[in-house]
T-cell receptor, first 108, second 114 residues
Framework: GIQVEQSPPDLILQEGANSTLRCNFS?????LQWFHQNPWGQLINLFY???GTKQNGRLSATTVATERYSLLYISSSQTTDSGVYFCADVRRGNKLVFGAGTILRVKS | DVKVTQSSRYLVKRTGEKVFLECVQDMDHENMFWYRQDPGLGLRLIYFSYDVKMKEKGDIPEGYSVSREKKERFSLILESASTNQTSMYLC?????????????FGSGTQLSVL
């Protein structure tokens, strides 16, 4: 089946720093989404981005479907950005295939 | 905003018990999903449903069943709980229209089977 690789697996940032998270797919990208899971376990949908670039405040995402990858940019990171970031793509029957996640810790 | 509500945040059960995990969404979504999340394994799909009384097996359906009698409610059933079913269980929903495929999650149920 499709493989989803996220990098880096772990990231520690000083508050105010910028970062880029990457998601690579072994197959074509259909309906890529980025999620943030906060330290309390809640998963929030950040972006629905099958292609192109979107921005939402300090976060932005770019998907290059032809090259099977997506990037999530976090600028001026804050401690509240800590948690796990997942990318996922919709497969047949509305099934999402998730990456293993990037654990982000932002230190004050 | 879409709200997906899971009935319990924490649950402790004994091996062999029958366990029901309930999920309700308030946005009239057609699709509903049950995932489990384990360290190092990410999220894995157990079952999903794209309509009332419809269900499809996900990647790890063994030991689980589901019920969708009403559009807003999707229940996960562990017929005879085992210790390897200790996990975080996440319910999600999405719509097939408009911004379709965008997934919304509940806050999760941490199940411990002793």
């Amino acid at each position: 089946g499709i493989q989803v690789e996220q990098s880096p697996p772990d990231l520690i940032l000083q508050e105010g720093a910028n970062s880029t998270l990457r998601c690579n797919f072994s197959d074509s990208v259909n309906n890529l989404q980025w999620f943030h899971q906060n330290p309390w376990g809640q998963l929030i949908n950040l972006f629905y981005i099958p292609s192109g670039t979107k921005q939402n405040g300090r976060l932005s995402a770019t998907t290059v479907a032809t090259e099977r990858y997506s990037l999530l940019y976090i600028s001026s990171s804050q401690t509240t950005d800590s948690g796990v970031y997942f990318c996922a793509d919709v497969r047949r029957g509305n099934k999402l295939v998730f990456g293993a996640g990037t654990i982000l810790r932002v230190k004050s | 905003d879409v709200k997906v509500t899971q009935s319990s945040r924490y649950l402790v059960k004994r091996t062999g018990e029958k366990v029901f995990l309930e999920c309700v969404q308030d946005m009239d979504h057609e699709n509903m999903f049950w995932y489990r999340q384990d360290p190092g394994l990410g999220l894995r799909l157990i079952y999903f449903s794209y309509d009332v009384k419809m269900k499809e097996k996900g990647d790890i359906p063994e030991g689980y069943s589901v019920s969708r009698e009403k559009k807003e409610r999707f229940s996960l059933i562990l017929e005879s709980a085992s210790t390897n079913q200790t996990s975080m269980y996440l319910c999600a929903s999405s719509s097939r229209t408009g911004q379709h495929e965008k997934l919304f999650f509940g806050s999760g149920t941490q199940l411990s089977v002793l």
